[in-house]
Each structure stands twice: as C-alpha cells, then as structure tokens.
C-alpha cells in the first residue's frame, strides 16, 4: 500500500512535447557528421530518453575515439536548436498539468535537458501556472535509466516516493523510477510500444496526455480507496 499521491512527476521530452523523432532525427544527423552514418535510425529512436552521455555508449562502438564525442554532443544541440521555436505540446498536455494542479497536487518537471531547452519546451507548453518546480540538467548526476533525476523530482516535489506518481514516455523512464521506488506511468506518445512499457513496469499505459487526463479522476479515487 502507498501513501496518497501528493505530487506528480511529468517527464517532459516525447511525454508533453512532442520531441523524441526530432531528437532520432538530429541524432542521426550528427552521427553522420561524425562519422558514424550506419547507426539506424530505429536504434536511436529506442535510446531516446537516455541521457546523452550513455546514448552515444549505447549506439556508438566502445573503441570509437571518444575525443569526437563532444563535437556530436554539440551538433546535436545545435541541429536541434532549429526545432525550437517550431516545438508542439501534445493535445491535452497542458490541460493534464492545470487538472493536477486543480487537484491539490504538486507538479514537478522531471527533465535532465538544459534550463534553456526546458525553458523552450515550458513556453511550447504554455502551462507555467500550473507547474511547481521543474529539475533541469544542472540537478542530476546520473542520466536516466539512473534513478538520480526521479530523486531530485522528488526531492523538488517535497514528498517520498510513495507519495509520487511519474509520467514518462520510455522504458529508461520506468527503470528509473522502479530503482527511485515511484510508480512510473507511461504514455504511448514517444513511440516506444504498449508491450516494452508493461514487460519494463508501468503500472499504467495511456495513449497521451488527452487520454490519462480522461483517467485522472478515476486513478485519484482508486489511489485513496487503495
């Protein structure tokens, strides 16, 4: 049994805004720049939601020159950086912030990504009211699927894990939460599929923000008659 939910923890990239093939994409794009042109595009796409340090150990050879990592870290960034002002919020994202808000509940932003790109995806948003706190890169240690950004949520939120539910997208984000002790719930919006999300650990699937808003009543209820 856990405590009544006080706070929700929103990831943020590929969960409220729709990011995660831009990043494949721009990914992809620096890869190439690098040298690295036959790492495909699906294997990128499943490592989003990592962070950038074990995604390149993760899609890159262990032997590679690792002195060239830095400059693919930053034509990603740089490449990404022509997105921003085009960045979409998914249906319903802000909405799902405001109800939590509505409902008493702390709102905290969980992302590793830069306090400026946060602050771009806060604007896509458009929902600052609503939230809380929000984590950015200079919070976390350890990228996911390391349980360090899940626990600096938390610590931001001002309450323990039993009190805590996630919203993410991919499986790094319910590993994460799994070693943090917090109950991950995953939206299909990223394009990471319903059967990787429950064999990983969610403890609920939603299609996107619109549809686990619909639920929202229903999944507050049934926590407090847990």
């Known amino acids: 049994m856990t405590d ?15 990011t995660n093939y831009l990043h494949a994409v721009t ?13 495909p595009m699906t294997r990128i796409h499943r490592a989003i939601g990592m962070g950038s340090d074990r995604l390149l150990d993760e899609l890159l050879p262990a ?70 706190e929000a984590t950015d890169a200079d919070d976390v240690e350890a990228s996911k699927p390391a349980a360090d950004l899940v626990q600096a949520a938390l610590d931001r939120a001002g309450v323990s894990a039993g009190q805590a539910i996630f919203v993410g997208d991919t499986i790094w984000d319910v590993e994460a939460c799994k070693k943090a002790g917090v109950r991950c719930i995953a939206l299909l919006s990223g394009g990471i599929s319903r059967g990787e999300l429950e ?28």
């Open 27 to 39: 990914w992809w794009q620096a890869f190439c720049q690098g040298g690295h042109a036959d790492v």
């Open 63 to 132: 032997d590679r020159d690792r002195d060239a990592d830095q400059e693919m870290l930053t034509a990603h960034l740089t490449l990404y950086a022509t997105y921003w002002s085009r960045l979409r919020a998914f249906r319903g994202a802000a909405d799902l912030l405001r109800a939590c808000k509505d409902r008493g509940l702390r709102v905290v932003l969980a992302t590793s990504a830069s306090k400026r790109e946060l602050g771009v995806m806060r604007k896509a948003m458009d929902a600052d009211a609503a939230i809380d």
């Open 4 to 18: 009544d939910i006080a706070a929700v923890l929103f990831d943020v990239d590929g969960t409220l805004v729709d």
């Open 199 to 226: 064999d990983a650990g969610a403890v609920e699937i939603y299609d996107g923000p619109a549809d686990l808003l619909s639920a929202l009543p229903r999944l507050l209820r049934a926590d407090r008659d847990a």
